[in-house]
């Protein structure tokens, strides 16, 4: 009799191993699982914030301060001088003898100009390789923005408008006609506190915003109200 009982406990006692063994087995199973899960959201949570990073990367109204924070002035509308060679001075004008223009505006958005635009434009100047202001603004007379900045402009946003320029190129509105030089301060000085001049040339006024620093919002927000074919020549070059 005792061999009959001895067979039905050994045969309990393998059925709750065996269970118990599926029971852990389940149990490292979810674990594996888990881990996996764990570790793929991670890597989507990388993957995500690098391609939102890379978006806002290429974004121009996220680059520097806020329209508010760089404390720009409202746009100022300044009466348009008329296009074409009855505003060319210099070598081979009607005014050959002209070397400088006295523009009244700081910076100025329109008005007299040398006969020859920078071509093919640089996107960033620096003091070492500017054009002249009155080659800008013929410049400007093809549709382009010029953005100026002045010394007192703090480096490291100096090096954000490097940034401002490549992107500003790359918007629809600029069509790659878009400028960054700083300020001849010899030709007059921004109000305080500002020392960021945006700059355009419509068909009918010029335009021009003083910032008191660099605002990818701004730029943004200036190269949408005026885009290059709002200009007396937006086919030049």
Known sequence: MAKKTAEPDRKARIEQMRREQAAADRRR???????????ILVLAGIVTKVVLDAVADQDLSRVGLTLAGASCDAAITDPAAASGTAVHVGPGTPKPD????????????????????????????TTADRPAVETLVHN????????????????????QLKKVSTLARKDDKTAGKFIVAPWDESRGAFP???????????????????????????????VDSYPYTDSPEPNGQ
């Open 140 to 159: 400007l007379e093809h549709g382009y923005t010029v953005v100026w900045y002045t010394s007192a402009t703090p480096k490291a946003q100096v090096e």
């Open 98 to 125: 002209v070397t400088k223009v006295s523009y009244t505006m700081v910076p100025p958005d329109n008005g007299e100009h040398f006969a020859t635009p920078a071509y093919p434009a640089a996107e960033f100047y």
């Open 29 to 39: 199973t979810l674990l594996v699982v888990g881990s996996a899960l764990a570790v």
């Open 192 to 222: 305080a506190g500002k020392t960021i001049g945006l700059t355009h040339w419509g068909t009918k006024s010029g335009y021009r915003q003083l910032c008191g620093g660099v605002s990818g919002a701004a730029v943004k927000a200036f």
